[in-house]
């Protein structure tokens, strides 16, 4: 290999792949002079005639230093062009100097994965996904059976049913409010008669804009045992207006329930006890065209999602590329931990089908009943009920992306030149942002996502099925 490289640099002396894979081998070899002053040479070729220079005390949107071998360091960094373009770059030179040449990742891909080499690094092929953080109770603002329905998309609202005292009759429906995400959440508030009855009122959904409500009651003059009910408001500081009944067109002379909107507000999610299904419950879904267009007919979402059992409480992630719901002990799907699971589906894209449900495994459900799962706005929190602690209580975990892609218990250039040799590809392996669950394509947000956890050690983790 050392003779090849070397005809390689006879055949191109600016060959900067062939000095920094010659260093490699010089390397394996203890060679250690011969391989610095290879790397001296390729970082001599890869700084003549690039684009820009960059001021290592300059702001950038995010940055990270790796010190690498033989006294260089990478300055790993994102600029932000003139026309708002965010580009990816790698910034090279020796310890010490306030100036360092900067290339556009793409550039320095094969040359990188060398020095990665170099620096004794393996890349073991592994499988980016997620992992759950360790429960814990959602206190104090809600209590006993106070069930989490959804969180508006500004995070400014948290959506709750129950059946404390205050409220127009059996359960209602709650409001938690707050003034930024980072502050905490204010005494509830009862949404008031002109949602709630005497009846049943619960499992609410809210469209992106915060303007309209979706939610199940058994009240009267529906068209079955529950029905999904609508309500809108003006703005975000108007009172709600009247509930509606979203008629038969999405309604059934059987019980329709947990129903949830997606962030582009053209798929409803519910599930229903109706006849034609694959089980005793399914989840069904209505579509539209445009958010002023009628909602078409609801359908079955199919046998990769519905089973001969029963799923209830759907609900999707913010992108809409995740979908969850639950078995319940009146018909436990196999293959589950206990008294009741959440199960998942993913799907590539808005316009993709959803592929086959998979338990979310030990780490999140427990022999006791594990469900109603909602993903904060930002995609960082798993909200959902339990009985892990004898009684129906509120839970929150959160969702961790498995950053430590070459699985060597840190995060470090290794990982780095793995995301670069997958730039712009579909390659689940580092497709990490800008939810933990990826988005299809390689690109910046993964590069943020990985820059927060770079030089972190990491555990292993249990990845969800």
Not at 89 to 109: H, T, V, Y
Not at 138 to 156: E, R
Not at 181 to 204: F, H, M, Q, R, Y
Request: hydrophobic letters at 35%; one cysteine or more; glycine letters at 10%.
């Amino acid at each position: 290999m050392l003779a090849f490289c070397s005809r390689r640099i006879e055949a191109d002396s600016e060959d900067a792949y062939a000095y920094s894979s010659r260093a490699h081998y010089y390397d394996c070899l203890h060679e250690r002079e011969k391989a610095r002053a290879d790397m001296r040479r390729w970082s001599t070729i890869l700084s003549v005639g690039t684009s820009s220079d960059l001021h290592v005390a300059g702001v950038q949107k995010i940055k990270r230093i790796l010190n690498g071998p033989l006294g260089y360091q990478l300055v790993f960094s994102v600029e932000e062009r003139k026309n708002d373009i965010q580009v990816p770059c790698i910034a090279l030179g020796q310890k010490g100097r306030c100036n360092m040449k900067s290339f556009q990742m793409p550039i320095l891909s094969m040359s990188l994965l060398g020095l990665c080499l170099l620096s004794g690094l393996d890349t073991p092929a592994a499988h980016a996904d997620f992992t759950f953080g360790e429960p814990v109770k959602f206190t104090p603002a809600l209590s006993g059976d106070d069930g989490i329905d959804c969180v508006s998309y500004d995070g400014l609202e948290m959506y709750f049913d129950s059946n404390r005292s205050g409220g127009e009759g059996d359960w209602d429906i709650w409001v938690l409010e707050r003034g930024a995400a980072e502050e905490d959440w204010e005494t509830a508030k009862n949404l008031g008669s002109a949602i709630n009855s005497p009846k049943e009122d619960c499992w609410v959904s809210i469209s992106a804009d915060g303007l309209t409500l979706y939610f199940i009651s058994n009240r009267p003059g529906g068209f079955g045992n529950y029905d999904i009910y609508t309500t809108t408001r003006a703005t975000r500081d108007a009172p709600w207006g009247l509930a509606v009944n979203m008629g038969p067109e999405i309604n059934s002379s059987a019980g329709d329930s947990s129903v949830w909107i997606s962030q582009d507000g053209l798929e409803l999610y519910f599930e229903s006890w109706r006849s034609g299904g694959y089980g005793s419950g399914d989840i069904y879904v209505a579509r539209r065209a445009t958010q002023d267009d009628p909602w078409g007919e609801a359908v079955n979402l199919g046998p990769l999602v519905n089973s001969p059992y029963a799923e209830v409480w759907p609900s999707l992630s913010p992108d809409g590329l995740l979908f969850f719901f639950s078995d319940t002990t009146l018909a436990l799907r196999p293959g589950g931990h206990g008294g009741g699971d959440t199960w998942m589906a993913r799907r590539a894209s808005l316009s993709e089908p959803w592929q086959a449900a998979v338990n979310l495994g030990t780490k999140f459900n427990t022999p006791s009943m594990d469900g109603a799962a909602r993903i904060s706005p930002d995609g960082r929190t798993l909200y959902f009920a339990s009985e892990r602690a004898g009684s129906w209580e509120a839970y929150q975990a959160p969702i961790i992306p498995i950053v430590d892609f070459n699985g060597d218990g840190i995060v470090d250039a290794g990982d780095v030149c793995i995301m670069i040799e997958h730039w712009y590809t579909d390659d689940p392996l580092c497709d990490i942002g800008p939810m933990p669950w990826g988005d299809g394509i390689v690109d910046v947000q993964d590069l943020i996502v990985l820059s927060e956890h770079l030089f972190e050690e990491i555990p292993p983790a249990e990845e969800v099925e």
